[in-house]
C-alpha cells in the first residue's frame, strides 16, 4: 500500500484541520406497523471526513504529490497509509481522497496551500 510521499510537507497545520463523520448514514430505521420505529446500527465501521492543509510547498514539491496523485494512486483511486494528523500519537490510519473534491492548490505568496478532502477508512 501507498504512504504520504516523502519529499513534501509531511505535517498539516492545525488551523485548517477538520473532522466530521461518518459519513454515510449508518442508523438504519424501521417503521412498526404498531407503537415507535426501531432503529438499529448498519455495521460498526463508517468513514470519517478529514479535511486538511499543508502549507509551504514549492513548485518541485507539487509535481511531487501530482505525480503521485496520478501515478502511484491511480488519479486517486486507491486508498494509502499516513500518520494520523488529529491523534497526538504515530498511529497510523489508511485514507483515500473523496472522489468529488480530491485536493486543491492555492497560491501563499511565494508558496503554495495543499487543502486534500480525504475518508479515512482505518
Do not use: C
Amino acid at each position: 500500500m501507498a504512504s504520504w510521499p516523502i519529499g513534501i510537507p509531511q505535517v498539516p497545520t492545525t488551523a485548517g484541520q477538520q473532522v466530521a463523520g461518518p459519513t454515510e448514514n449508518n442508523i438504519l430505521a424501521t417503521q412498526m406497523s404498531v407503537g415507535p420505529g426501531k432503529r438499529r446500527q448498519r455495521s460498526t465501521k463508517t468513514n470519517r471526513m478529514v479535511k486538511l492543509d499543508f502549507h509551504g510547498f514549492n513548485v518541485a514539491q507539487v509535481d511531487i504529490f501530482e505525480a503521485w496523485f496520478r501515478v502511484t494512486l491511480a488519479n486517486g483511486s486507491l486508498s494509502f497509509v499516513m500518520i494520523d494528523p488529529i491523534a497526538d500519537t504515530q498511529i497510523y490510519n489508511t485514507y483515500r481522497f473523496d472522489p468529488k473534491a480530491p485536493y486543491v492548490f492555492s497560491a501563499w505568496g511565494t508558496k503554495y496551500v495543499l487543502s486534500v478532502n480525504l475518508q479515512d477508512i482505518t
